[in-house]
């Protein structure tokens, strides 16, 4: 099996889906050992450092990639297995941004109100403990809260010859920061371009599910994947399997749209494991359904629909690639 | 310490919060044993029985109640303990009803297409193994899931004269339809009228995050509350502590706008808690929020926030009340 | 013909639809003669009156009414063709109420930040020159804009013995805030309880279309209505009829599901006064529908969906009531 | 004064605003003499011609252009004057797309019905009466509606090296689809890249506001054009001047936050203008402003706030451009 070691130099960071050329060529099956800056670039690593001084209009979320994934062809599915990630520094760091985040005036909820001011919180990272430690600004709180790293963005070139940021996110997955892309899991996306094109980014050493201010603690991280490719089947939208969970994601805005995806899908993909009338799906659907928010601060809000496994038959999606993804993970 | 019990007879049920007397006074401390009919009440028990076809015009959700609580006056903090909830019967039910739901057009996301059409599941429940067994209506499919008992409406009358049915949800609570309303659950009411007025029902045997079809598995439920009263310190939106999690509830439409409600409300009481700079607590609940859905289906939809204790220091909500009530539910 | 002229005195005045004992009983046919009190009661008279520190908490939009009608029974059409509206007195008002508005946080699009200020601006009215007088608060600015009163409320009692805010709007008319509710127009109302009971209040001596701020140049008004009952067809939801246009109401948030349930109401309209299949209807109204926003800042929004007559064939809705009623109001 | 004519071959003919080359490099001051295909490509001219069967995936709206304007940089403006738009084949068409429109299910409003049927209807123009015939589909109505050109996208290459599909409306202009950009218009856009590289396309005989089913009459168009450059005071979104109004566009979901945008625009615009502080143009946008509904239909819905200029003191936008265009326009 082939391993591809990739630490990327600032000039290799990339900030779209869509648009860039290849790092690097791939056979499915690959092993990749990846490392990805923080969303800030790393310019922000003091509580005095605000993104409004320090970060070029729009540069948040620099990728690693992408990657052409060799077969891969529109309608295909890329297999995405996270089979490690680790932080990469001894810190993180969260911030206000000005005009950005669920509880401020933003540039779409526009309003005549001043934003909230930029503020910024250094994570001191504790990897014995697996803690990270928060500090309040003002006072003496502090809180260890455990590590939970996760990528903000996992996605491949879009349709349509179009070219999104890497705030973006959408059917070609993106800037997706759904706590669900931990290690364990399998993400299958739907290529849209030959070698499909996928990078990924915005590491996170912990985050909330909505993402309420706009930034979790964001930080450098070690990525292990193992990419895989299944020809045709290509999901609508993004899809993640788990030990546990079955999980469906949207993104979209208001956040019911992003919600109506993800069930939407799930319905589909119930249908499809265990061959139920799409109305029984709904009707089941309605009564095990997890719906954690992933976000509800970027371009597109995004929420994921989960349905725990362990309540119905075994029937695994995708020809049971996750648990092959597990077991090769397990060899590593 | 008073006890109470009231099995409602048809002619007693309501199906508003505020505009109906109350069914009793009740002193704070006492402990209600109640019965709570079906949303439906009780007239679908067969697979064959639509909605359109035996319920009347928007009468769903019946209502046991409401109760005056003695000394309770606007400003106020009604506190309902739920010590039990147990299925009153041995089957359940769940149906879609003609412009209901998430995944159809309804009376305000209107659109020209035909509603999908109505169809009811009966849900046989085996108290023992406590699951309830979902049968397919095409197909041979059947699963066992897990019984979750849980009070769809918990309310009091509304403020400003307000009458409200028993379908809306807002800030006197009402149709919140979240999985967190279930036994060992402590609600947060504020009082808007002289005795607080409040009313359960619309037991779940089981409900998904977000009642994606718009009705859960509705069933006749046993409820025991413990009921208590706090001056003042009215939260502006219901809250909910259990032995987990602190919890606020916000319902508004968009979905985004049911969020922030619930997300400011958190900021709020994180900071009355521990003394925390709001922007220190917004920071804090970036990182540690989780965010369940109730439902995207009611006259306003709900979303849950929720911080888990054992992350925070330890600082009882309400002068501990909580943990009181838990006391006393531990005693019955 | 019947004439009823009616000046509340301020306990007269109610604040809800629904939940209030009529003023008086009157027949089909009977012209009124109503004085409307503005939407502060009076209260706010100088640029120094704040709203915060002047009205009590939700205290707006007093209404005049509710009246009887006699034989009005539940899906009939309640007809109220307005006749004329004047000022009432030689000043209208406008303010920012802290927390309500378009452009701000409000208690459902709730933020971190402060909610911007309390203003208050007295406009002088120039009857000669029918025109109102805008002075800027801070500055020289000033500039003179042409009258043009209108109705923010027009309503019936609610269905399912609801009773709602006078700042709530719905299937049951209320609070609409269109610029439509003008001199010349004829409201059609679907009837929800026996004598409908219907109110007015909140005159706008002006008003820009999105009532962006969340508050009209409010005034006193001198109203003239005459009244008329069509038994049965009752719309779903608030129509309008003037000498130009067909133009249907809806209520909701989001905005596009406001704007949707107009629309479907304008295809169901178009399909019955034409013959229409409602897909051939759709296609129509692609093409000649005018969108005015109504308010963007109530408790659910209102848009208008406007169809031009004059491009249609002459097929008057309701049987030509707002001809017969133009008639009728050109000889008062 | 330069002129440049350009008739694109099917070759030629874009489907992005951003990732294409320029057809053309422009000094400011040149007329533009364009011929631009209709949304369909002209694949639709016949009823029974469906889109889903005629039209490749995403392919609408081929765009003309993009053009250079030399000098142009990010952060000044370019105006756009259309000095004509004529018809330029005597049928257009309008039809209805599955899962695309207002009042259907959609990719993001997602719901398990059954999309809307597909369906066509060709417009015969006849250019002397200035009308476009409407037939229905099923039984004998027919109307002749007047004339009304306009074009439905006009737009830049996109900030951050995005690429964004002809469907698409944003800061950038694009898919806007608002009456308001008919001949007469002048439209200022916010520079991204070096060049502006702007399009136009998608032309409609006619458009109701709202643009309810999706697709307008859409036909080929001569296009005239006078375009100008402004160093520097790029606006944030679109603008509007013609002889009657200012006009900011706004572009995003939920309806309410597109609306937002172009009211803030508007509010800064007043403020600019008048020396305005900024509560007070908020308040006298509340009572001046009319808000056509441009599409509830693309991928961000766009809303126009426009304000009358003779409400107002005169003080024309951008240094007079408007009239300056117009004055250009009379001489060609």
Redesign the interface.
């Given at each position: 099996m082939d391993t591809f070691e990739f630490v990327p130099s600032p000039a290799q960071l990339s900030?779209?889906f869509?648009?860039v050329k290849a790092i690097s060529r791939l056979r499915p099956g690959t092993t990749l050992r990846l490392w990805t800056e923080d969303a800030f670039s790393g310019l922000l690593h003091k509580n005095s450092h605000l993104p409004g001084e320090r970060i070029r209009h729009?540069r948040f979320n620099p990728q690693t990639g992408p990657f052409h994934v060799e077969g891969a062809e529109p309608g295909d599915t890329l297999v995405l297995h996270i089979a490690g990630l680790t932080p990469a520094r001894d810190w993180g760091v969260?911030t206000?941004v000005a005009g950005f985040g669920?509880?401020?005036?933003t540039?779409?909820?526009?309003?005549?109100?001043?934003?909230?001011?930029e503020?910024t919180?250094i994570y001191q990272v504790d990897p014995k403990a697996e803690t990270i430690r928060?500090e309040?600004?003002?006072?003496e709180?502090a809180?260890d809260?455990p590590l939970a790293p996760m990528l903000g963005t996992v996605g491949v070139a879009p349709?349509?010859?179009?070219?999104?940021?890497s705030l973006a996110a959408g059917a070609h997955g993106g800037n997706l920061d759904t706590p669900e892309m931990r290690a364990g899991a399998t993400c299958y996306l739907g290529v849209n371009v030959d070698g499909a094109l996928f990078s990924v980014g915005d590491g996170h050493y912990?985050?909330?599910?909505?993402?309420?201010?706009?930034?979790?603690?964001e930080g450098a991280m070690n990525v292990t994947l193992v990419v895989d490719l299944i020809k045709g089947a290509a999901p609508a939208w993004p899809r993640i399997e788990n030990d546990e969970y079955l999980i469906t994601l949207?993104s979209?805005?208001?956040?019911?749209?992003a919600?109506?995806?993800s069930?939407?899908q799930m319905?589909n993909w119930l249908s499809e494991l265990?061959?139920?009338?799409?109305?029984?799906a709904?009707?089941?659907?309605?009564?095990?359904?997890?719906?954690?928010?992933a976000n509800?601060v970027d371009t597109d809000?995004t929420?994921a629909?989960k349905v725990p496994k362990a309540?119905?038959?075994d029937r695994p999606g995708y020809g049971g690639a996750h648990r092959r993804m597990r077991e090769i993970a397990a060899r590593l």
């Open positions: 900030w779209t869509g648009g729009g969260s206000l669920g509880l401020t005036s540039d779409r909820t526009a309003t005549l109100q001043d934003p909230l001011p503020r919180w928060f309040a600004a003002a006072g709180f809180v809260l349709q349509g010859a179009e070219v999104r940021s912990r985050q909330g599910e909505g993402e309420s201010c706009g930034t979790a603690v949207g979209a805005r208001p956040l019911e749209d919600w109506r995806v069930q939407v319905v265990h061959g139920l009338d799409r109305l029984d709904y009707q089941l659907l309605s009564q095990i359904s997890r719906t954690p928010l509800v809000y929420v629909t309540l119905l038959p």
